[in-house]
């Protein structure tokens, strides 16, 4: 059986950093695409960062960029993201997917394993 957990959410001031990590279970994190997709409430999903497991290829949405950064696991290391400048408006419950191809995706119905998620508070 597929299954993912995430773990490292929590409460943090603006400006500060959290990093999440997605443990895997039942297949190889090296040969999956991974995102990291983040539901606020009242709003749709929002994948915020995506990772190949081909060439390592990241996508980040536009309001992380420069202070996100996503890294890509192995059977030994989960897979992380770094959470650095935090600020109110990336309060979300933060999702691992994964996709079973190389390449990531930008459209979360793309991804069909996910994990339970974890809270992100970030304080004003």
């Known amino acids: 059986e597929v299954q993912l957990m995430e773990s490292g959410g929590g409460l943090v001031q603006t400006g500060g950093s959290l990093r999440l990590s997605c443990a895997a279970s039942?297949?190889?994190?090296?040969?999956?695409?991974i995102g990291w997709v983040r539901q606020a409430p009242g709003k749709v999903r929002e994948p915020v960062s995506c990772i190949s497991s081909s060439d390592g290829s990241t996508y980040y949405t536009d309001s992380v960029k420069g202070r996100f950064t996503i890294s890509s696991g192995n059977a030994e290391t989960p897979v992380s993201l770094q959470m650095n400048n935090l600020k109110p408006e990336d309060t979300a419950v933060y999702y691992c997917?994964?996709?079973?191809?190389?390449?990531?995706?930008?459209?979360?119905?793309?991804?069909?394993?996910w994990g339970q998620g974890t809270q992100v508070t970030v304080s004003a």
């Open positions: 997917a994964a996709r079973q191809y190389y390449s990531y995706s930008t459209n979360p119905n793309d991804y069909f394993a």
């Open positions: 039942g297949f190889t994190l090296d040969d999956w695409a």
